[in-house]
């Protein structure tokens, strides 16, 4: 069984930045895409970015250009560098193989306010 563990969120004003890890346990990391999803308070779970097996990056409009998805498979860990965050960011944000497949993990909560 996959384990997720998400961290490095935390509380910044607009246009701050922050650098979001994610360390997966098991060895088929490094065959499967991987990205960042993202769920907002009284909203659905979305995907943001994902990374193929390869290294290359995907993503949504909403945050093409400010955030970008990086992998190191030697650690089993994925990393989503945010900048120029917006209040729209604020949401609890989680990793999994793109398409979603493990079990969620706790996820990492970012809040962007002044």
């Known amino acids: 069984q996959v384990q997720l563990v998400e961290s490095g969120g935390g509380l910044v004003q607009p246009e701050g930045s922050l650098r979001l890890s994610c360390a997966a346990s098991?060895?088929?990391?490094?065959?499967?895409?991987m990205g960042w999803y993202r769920q907002a308070p009284g909203k659905q779970r979305e995907n943001i970015a994902y990374?193929?097996?390869?290294?290359?990056?995907h993503y949504a409009d909403s945050v093409k250009g400010r955030f970008t998805i990086s992998r190191d498979n030697a650690k089993n860990t994925v990393y989503l560098q945010m900048n120029s965050l917006k209040p729209e960011d604020t949401a609890v944000y989680y990793c999994?193989?793109?398409?979603?497949?493990?079990?969620w993990g706790q996820g990492t909560q970012v809040a962007v306010t002044s």
């Open positions: 999994n193989r793109y398409p979603a497949y493990y079990r």
């Open positions: 098991g060895s088929i990391f490094s065959f499967s895409a």
């Open positions: 990374i193929s097996t390869s290294g290359t990056p």
